[in-house]
């Protein structure tokens, strides 16, 4: 299977894609799990080491297992390439790094990951770089902080845990315009309900540590993009920088892809039902936000680019002791900072993923003390609808 150009479709791909297998013919992929390979003579590794010769090094530059799963990811997001990482922040932190230097301006979304907002005000801002934070949704707001040293275009589409989407061809155009590279991380769609590289982003992102894997299990992370920025600059930093992803996640993660799609299809069907469920309760104590709801002020945008509308849903009640109170009824729900898992989870982002993020700016971004988020499992929904149901406030 070609990376990057296939005629299989995504579940297809998510089971045949980067399947390699030994002189022993096992039907499901092998792990590696060595640190470093040996050379039958001094003259050999001189060869791998100096490109003469094709070759395993050592596990921070390659590892077979890790291979399978870039591969895998790679033709999912329709990408020609793919390094992984440790982490979705090794990979966030690894594209700034890479791609950006002194002088340069990045213009980052308001509505990112948490984590993500720290990393560029504490460590890129120490290097020289500038910042401007904008309105995801805001195209005049990106259009206008353009500057001359701009470089890079950094976002997530839908948002965590704003679930506010940008209509990424038109960022894609106007970031090629001004010869911009836009990268998005993809994590809240997966491959399976977006790709982004195919409106226009030059890089995707993935924390793999949520959907891709989907069972909360490991923590892991990859960045998608054409060769030459791949298999050149990025492959270089991991092999120094070494925020290499081991090979046993990278077998986990490998398995978790071959049912993404299935998995994907549940999630969406069980936050539909959900969400639906919560819109028609709707009273003064709780709103929903979710994309595929009418009411959400973004819905014709998630209908014309997305595949469905994901596994997230928002609920913003009046304030944090409602919020703390409400996800403390909840029985089924676990109450975690993780989202993609096969379960149903809860986070109060306001105090957990995005409590170091100062108060004016979560409220701006849209993240009030209210705002519960929902990675809703694939439990059976009926029940996942009745936890939430006896837990709202006008219940209690
Ligand atoms: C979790 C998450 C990350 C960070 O990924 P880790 O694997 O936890 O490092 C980045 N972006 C989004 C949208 C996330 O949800």
Redesign the pocket.
């Known amino acids: 299977m070609e990376n990057g150009k296939t005629r299989y479709g995504k579940n297809t791909r998510a089971l045949h894609a980067g399947l390699h297998a030994s002189d022993a013919r096992e039907n499901s992929l092998a792990m590696h799990v060595t640190s470093s390979f040996f050379f039958n003579s001094a003259g050999q590794a001189a060869a791998v080491f100096g490109d003469e010769e094709e070759g395993n090094i050592y596990s921070r530059f390659s590892n077979p297992t890790v291979e399978a799963f870039e591969q895998r990811l790679a033709e999912l997001e329709e990408g020609e390439a793919c390094v992984a990482t440790a982490?979705?922040?090794?990979a966030?932190f690894g594209v700034f790094m890479q791609l950006l230097q002194q002088g340069d301006h990045l213009i980052l979304s308001r509505s990112v990951?948490g984590?993500?907002i720290n990393v560029a005000k504490n460590y890129l801002t120490k290097f020289g770089i500038q910042i401007d934070f904008v309105g995801l949704a805001d195209m005049d707001g990106w259009r206008r902080a353009i500057r001359p040293n701009t470089k890079m275009f950094y976002l997530?589409s839908p948002a965590?845990p704003t679930l506010e989407m940008a209509d990424l061809a038109a960022l894609g155009q106007l970031a090629k315009e001004h010869g911009i590279k836009m990268v998005v991380?993809n994590?809240?769609c997966t491959p399976i309900l977006q790709n982004p590289l195919n409106l226009g982003a030059h890089l995707v992102v993935h924390?793999a540590?949520?959907y891709l894997d989907g069972q909360g299990r490991v923590?892991g992370?990859g960045i998608v993009g054409d060769v030459e920025l791949i298999e050149g600059p990025m492959r270089t930093y991991m092999r120094n920088a070494g925020p290499a992803l081991s090979p046993f996640n990278a077998w986990v993660l490998y398995k978790g892809l071959e049912t993404l799609g299935l998995r994907v299809e549940r999630h969406c069907a069980n936050a539909m039902q959900v969400a639906q469920a919560l819109f028609e309760r709707a009273d003064t104590t709780h709103k929903v936000r979710y994309p595929g709801l009418e009411s959400h002020p973004q819905h014709g945008l998630a209908c014309q680019q997305m595949r469905g509308f994901g596994g997230v849903l928002c609920l913003d009640l009046e304030d944090r002791a409602r919020a703390y109170a409400f996800m403390d009824r909840l029985q089924l729900a676990t109450i975690t900072a993780n989202?993609g898992d096969s379960k149903t989870l809860v986070t109060h982002p306001a105090s957990t993923t995005h409590a170091r993020v100062p108060q004016k700016e979560r409220i701006e971004a849209g993240i009030g003390e209210g705002l519960v988020r929902f990675s809703i499992g694939l439990e059976d929904a009926q029940d996942i609808v009745d936890d939430l149901m006896q837990a709202l406030p006008s219940v209690a």
């Not at 982490?87 to 090794?90: K, N, P, V």
Request: negative net charge.
């Open positions: 982490s979705g922040m090794a966030i990951f984590s993500t997530e965590n991380d994590v809240f924390s540590t949520k923590l992370g989202l």
